[in-house]
């Protein structure tokens, strides 16, 4: 059986499906740490279109962390800041001063875009320095399955955090105060201010973790799946993070496997040339965003976006 | 002499049973004012409420009662005054420290979030833990579930309980940090007869248990069948008061007579007009002269409801020219849809709607309206106007594109603002000038300019949604006023959820519940009693006791 | 309650029928103080945007006058003037293709591929036409990018006026689509068989937009000044536009007021794209005549924020097109002698969008209204991605 597989070449075969399981998740890394912080938000009600300036903050600030602190947890920790940056434009403009949400989005994507930019040219001029891979962690025993093992289960540290942070959010969200005040601020902001709780502080955390963790997800981006920084390098991920957040409908395991499986139609491209298959590059990448597309026909209808999102909180206002 | 707020919030203290009237007053109001700009909506209040009593605050809409309540719970603060609780002068700076203080309040439009359960509606915001109580949360719920005597599943998601329920569950939150104090702002607006009943006994053993109620509203009626003691406030004053000894010595007629003489006082000028509010109060009689012909005919009508409303199923009306058919029911039974048929924002997915003898359920909406066939929606802001647009295109919205507006696509302001000059001068529409932004209206206004719009170039039928929903006295008056004009060849359809308008200005009031017509009654004596008894029809209550008509206490 | 005023509304306020706003005054002052008041808020963000934008050249190194006096003159003098007019074309038009659509509360964010499948397409028709008269090839190429342009915004509209699905995502979504398709057919069947470089064959020079006598300006310029002047009186004059006026301000009222919302919504999506499509006509056609792989100029960003400072008036849009229009020419040389990128143009429209917003709520706080958003535009994300349910209760009026 197995001379079957190892004769076999193709798209079956075990390195093509080995690439693809693992650049599914080294794509999709940054995506689902950018959709978890979105899901935060879109719960208590605030739209983040900046989110993909909010990526290219974390992946600038944070290859710089890396590339001069030579860690990559320093660089990670450098993208969290370099998104919560960002986010904090979101939070005193939309969540304090109740400006439109779209358009601070859209600024705050623009700004990301052009400073990180202008940035990288100031400082590296037309070179495009790459960071050494950060040491993957191999899980014992399970680093040892086929296919599986050395893709899913030898990833660095920071994956496996990731995956179970997602864990702990569902029950942040189901459990405790903190989720259900986050979930009240999204449905009815009034009912959570009359039972005595901010909205405005609600929510001010509530961006803030978008913004430190879709930096992190820009970070994860530049320092693990690319190795190197080069503008526009998120290229509409931060998009395909909300919609994300939007068709998982809130649930933070099903952001997991979302951003995998989009991460999957991103990274594409390797396994299939490992296949031998040629395809026009411009053709898969727009696969993930036909996906969406498709998704958005046939099952947008089901997804969930709470009542109160996007307007701003003001009490007395009705 | 005991003084503990009910129940308590120390998790494992059973209710305490407080001495139903203790001296010191729960809470005083002493000299409040509040004015917002243009208006002074509280000038000089001073009340006491006090523990085992309910208190009720009486006005017509605009009157400040919502204002006073509003600084009780600690959503507005007062410009002059003091405010005492339990005998001690404090500030009540934020729904928090009124929380803190123990007054709880339950608000007219639901404050419960509707995709959450009663026990994490229950659980929002109790405390500063990390790890929710749920455990805890549910004992404390069947406590006071058994205090209360109701019943309550601690799991349904809010929007799927029944008014009454939510309400219910809403005296519960109010309760749940341990009150002195409970507030209610207008109960029972929403609630079936049989569900007012219900709130009547949960206040009975409430002040028993030594709680103060506050309850405000604008129903005469009500005040004498449920206050202990009734505060009358108007245009932002207290007008005078009325304690349980007079209550007790006087008719429910005195009574009634006394209240309308605090509140409108000197603006009425004879008693036949007093007499005449006191009657609108019992409800109406009124003779028809209905005409053979057929204005307006719903056959076996069905329409889809949206989210958590119900549509219409099987519903069939008819309305003749001249007169005015009413449509009584609780919210939320399928008013909404109903009134979307007529109009022509929703489509039939079966049978039939026929205005003046022609099928009509293929037209669009303009082509109603251009027809004759007319809806005056309850979503003045909402839907009626566009706020941001001057008063003056928002009398001709209904006919963009139509002449002698529009020539050749093009726009005739001139012929616009003359038409609109008109129609403020004939429905009195106060407002700063025709091209003032219809959103800086008052409520009545709105509603006259909504009225405006409908009531003229050639209306025929008429559906209304709530018409004097808000309004104060004077502009009710004149909406019931001008919907009975409509008696001349012309005709009405009224959906209200108040009662007592339907049996002021109807000619037949037929019932809606669940989205069917489960009968239809003459107005006359006795026709309160009969719609009160098809609006709970449908529910099955078994051998459940009718319920004894509010019309005062003895 | 509060409403704030609808950009839209005060927009045909402030040039044609003038609100009554509080306070006294000749109806003629209120209507020059109001035009004061809203130059005032149109220029004071633009400005702190150059001093801010001056300030980060200063923490970079460089030196702010010498940047923006190279603006200047890279900009205007010297005959660059021309060129920021021909720059001013495509920004023009892709301008009043937002603002039909911003009026109706739609966020049509799709005119990076828009625009550049209009512009794939003419380079792919184009050598089709050769032997055309000029002025026929040029009527109908234009209709063709125009086409591509309407054509491209069908799905998200489509899916808007059925089930209320967020238009944001899709028009995005469909945007990087058309980008990859549109690269695929530069790479693909229009590439140029006699060069080396992934790009069109290139339209010869007289068969490209002939120029303004006297001048090295394409007649593109024209075109889109007649546009802008024609959607002024459309959106001003006409019942469509007021239609879409009452769409923006208060889609259920307009629903209510029996305007036919769904049809509506997808003809101000067709229009808008194929105004892009023509902004793409007007750059090939006039200034470029071919398109390279991988290019997008992405004109529709930096447009926005001016279409909302111009309160949604095709007519006071252009001048602050003009502006950005010597800003970009200008500023990519001028940012080519400072040795910075040209993304920093990006940074300045980011910091006009951010101080905008911020006096817009100064503004605010300092009268009713003057918003410079629909408050439509912000409810167009509040409807989910689900069938509408029923609309949250009413503001009633609230009784005191």
């Known amino acids: 059986m197995t001379g079957i597989l190892a004769a076999s070449s193709g798209i079956f075969s075990k390195a093509v499906l080995t690439s693809l399981v693992a650049g599914g998740i080294v794509a999709g890394l940054p995506l689902m740490f950018t959709a978890l912080g979105e899901t935060i938000s879109e719960r208590a009600g605030v739209l983040n279109l900046g989110l993909e300036g909010m990526m290219l903050l974390g992946a600038y600030l944070g290859f710089i962390g890396a590339y001069y602190g030579h860690s990559s947890w320093l660089g990670f920790a450098l993208g969290a800041v370099g998104g919560m940056l960002g986010a904090s434009l979101m939070v005193s403009l939309c969540v304090w001063l109740g400006l439109d949400q779209i358009v601070v989005g859209i600024a705050i994507t623009l700004a990301g875009e052009g400073i990180t930019s202008v940035l990288q040219g100031a400082e590296f001029g037309s070179t495009y320095p790459r960071l050494g891979s950060p040491s993957a962690v191999a899980i014992p025993l399970l680093d040892k399955i086929p296919v599986l093992g050395a893709s899913v289960f030898t990833q660095p540290l920071l994956a496996y955090l990731g995956i179970a942070f997602a864990g702990a959010l569902v029950w942040v969200f189901r459990r405790t105060n903190v989720g259900l005040n986050l979930r009240a601020a999204g449905e009815k902001p009034e009912a959570l201010d009359a039972a005595g709780i901010s909205v405005l502080a609600t929510r001010s955390w509530a961006v803030l973790s978008t913004g430190a963790l879709a930096g992190l997800g820009g970070a994860y981006l530049s320092i693990v799946a690319a190795g190197v920084f080069t503008p526009f390098m998120t290229q509409g991920q931060g998009y395909m993070a909300i919609v994300i957040a939007m068709l998982c409908r809130g649930r933070p395991l099903w952001v997991v496997v979302g951003s995998i499986l989009f991460g999957i139609s991103l990274s594409i491209t390797t396994a299939l040339q490992i296949a031998g298959i040629n395809i026009s590059n411009d053709l898969v990448q727009m696969l993930p965003f036909i996906a969406i597309i498709v998704s958005l026909m046939a099952f947008g209808r089901r997804s969930y976006l709470p009542p109160a999102l996007c307007i701003p909180y003001v009490r007395g206002a009705r | 002499m005991n003084d503990q707020p009910v129940p308590q919030s120390a998790r494992s203290e059973p209710a305490e049973l407080a001495a139903a009237s203790d001296q010191t007053p729960a809470v005083e109001l002493l000299g409040i004012g509040k004015s917002f700009p243009g208006v002074v909506a509280n000038d000089d209040i001073s009340l006491v409420l006090r523990r085992g009593e309910v208190h009720c605050l009486l006005g017509e809409n605009g009157a400040g009662k919502s204002t006073l309540m509003a600084i009780l719970a600690g959503m507005q603060q007062p410009d002059s005054g003091r405010i005492r609780v339990a005998g001690e002068d404090v500030r009540i700076s934020s729904p928090r420290a009124a929380l803190a203080l123990g007054i709880g309040t339950v608000y007219q439009h639901s404050t419960l979030i509707g995709a959450l359960s009663v026990i994490e509606n229950l659980l929002l915001g109790d405390s500063r833990a990390l790890r929710l109580d749920v455990a805890g949360a549910r004992q404390r719920l069947a406590e006071f579930s058994a205090i209360l005597g109701v019943q309550v599943d601690p799991d349904t998601r809010a929007r799927d309980l029944a008014l009454g329920g939510q309400q219910q569950v809403e005296i519960i939150k109010a309760l749940w940090r341990g009150s002195r104090v409970l507030i209610l702002d207008e109960p029972t607006s929403m609630l079936t007869p049989q569900a007012v009943h219900e709130l009547q006994s949960v206040l009975e053993r409430l002040t028993q248990h030594g709680l103060a109620v506050v309850f405000i509203t604008h129903k005469l009626h009500e005040a004498v069948a449920l206050g202990d003691r009734i505060s009358v406030l108007r245009a932002g004053r207290l007008t005078g008061a009325i304690d349980r000894e007079q209550i007790k010595a006087s008719t429910p007629e005195q009574l009634e007579a006394a209240i309308v003489r605090l509140m409108f006082g000197d603006a009425l000028d004879t008693d036949e007009e007093i007499a005449e509010l006191q009657l609108g109060v019992e409800g109406h009689r009124r003779t028809r002269q209905a005409d053979a012909e057929v204005a307006l005919s719903l056959e076996h009508a069905h329409a889809r409801g949206d989210g958590s409303q119900p549509g219409i199923e099987d519903v069939s009306l008819t309305l003749h020219l001249g007169e005015v058919l009413g449509i009584a029911g609780v919210d939320g039974n399928g008013q909404r849809a109903l009134a979307e048929v007529i109009s022509g924002q929703r489509r039939l997915t079966h049978g039939e709607i026929r205005f003046l003898g022609a099928p009509v359920g293929s037209l669009s909406i303009a082509a109603r309206e251009k027809l004759g066939l007319r809806y005056v929606t309850d979503d003045r802001l909402g839907e009626g106007i566009v706020g941001a647009m001057p008063v003056s295109l928002n009398l001709v919205l209904k006919r963009i594109g139509q002449a002698p507006y529009w020539r050749h696509g093009r726009i005739r302001r001139d012929a616009i603002d003359r038409d609109a000059r008109a129609l403020v001068e004939r429905f009195d529409i106060r407002t700063p000038g025709i091209h003032a932004r219809a959103a800086t209206l008052s409520g009545g206004n709105i509603q006259k300019v909504l009225l405006a719009r409908e009531l003229s170039f050639d209306a025929k039928v008429v559906a209304f949604h709530k018409p004097t929903y808000g309004l104060d006295v004077r502009t009710t008056r004149t909406v019931r006023r001008m919907i009975g004009e409509l008696r001349n060849g012309r005709a009405a359809l009224v959906i209200s959820t108040d009662l007592d308008e339907l049996l002021e200005v109807s000619d037949r009031i037929a019932v809606l519940s669940r989205g069917r017509i489960v009968g239809e009654v003459e107005n006359g004596p006795g026709a309160a009693e009969q719609v009160g008894r098809l609006m709970i029809s449908d529910v099955s209550l078994g051998a459940a006791p009718l319920p004894e008509p509010l019309a005062g206490r003895v | ?400």
Request: a positive charge.
């Open chain 3, 1 to 400: 309650m509060t409403e704030s005023l609808s950009l839209a509304a005060e927009a045909a306020g402030v040039l044609d029928a003038q609100p009554d706003r509080p306070g006294g005054g000749s109806p003629r002052s209120r209507r020059v103080n109001a035009l004061r008041d809203a130059m005032m808020r149109s220029l004071v963000p633009v400005l702190l945007a150059l001093v801010a934008g001056g300030v980060l050249l200063l923490v970079l190194g460089d030196n702010p006058f010498a940047f923006y006096g190279n603006i200047w003159q890279y900009g205007i003098s010297q005959g660059s003037w021309e060129d920021s007019a021909m720059r001013a074309a495509p920004l023009l038009l892709i301008a009043v293709g937002l603002i039909v659509v911003f009026r109706a509360n739609i966020w049509n964010l799709g005119y990076d591929g828009q625009f550049l499948l209009g512009a794939a397409l003419i380079t792919g028709v184009a050598p089709h036409l050769e032997r055309l008269p000029n002025a026929l090839s040029l009527v109908i190429l234009f209709a063709v990018a125009m086409a591509a342009g309407g054509a491209w915004t069908i799905i998200p509209a489509l899916l808007k006026a059925r089930y209320q699905t967020n238009e944001i995502i899709t028009t995005l979504m469909m945007s990087f689509i058309g980008i990859g398709v549109a690269n695929i057919l530069v790479k693909g069947p229009f590439q140029d068989p006699t060069v080396n470089i992934p790009q069109t064959r290139v339209i010869p020079f007289d068969h490209m937009l002939p120029p303004i006598p006297g001048t090295r300006i394409h007649a593109g310029v024209l075109v889109a000044l007649g546009v802008a002047l024609l959607a002024h009186y459309v959106l001003t004059r006409t019942s469509f536009g007021l239609r879409l006026h009452v769409l923006g301000a208060n889609p259920r009222a307009a629903a209510h007021m029996g305007v036919d919302v769904r049809g509506l919504i997808v003809r101000a999506f067709l229009i808008s794209g194929a105004l892009v499509g023509a902004a793409a006509a007007a750059d090939i056609l006039g200034v470029w005549g071919y398109v390279r792989a991988n290019w997008n100029p992405a004109y529709g960003d930096t447009v926005i924020p001016f279409v909302f400072l111009a309160r949604l008036n095709p007519l006071a849009v252009i001048p602050f097109i003009i502006f950005f229009a010597v800003l970009s020419t200008g500023g990519d040389l001028a940012a080519a002698q400072a040795n910075l990128s040209t993304d920093f143009l990006l940074v300045l429209v980011a910091l006009i969008l951010l101080f905008m917003t911020v006096i817009e709520f100064l503004g605010r706080r300092r009268d009713l209204g003057g918003s410079y958003l629909t408050p439509g535009l912000r409810a167009a994300l509040r409807q989910p991605l689900v069938r509408r349910r029923a609309g949250a209760a009413s503001s009633n009026e609230a009784s005191r």
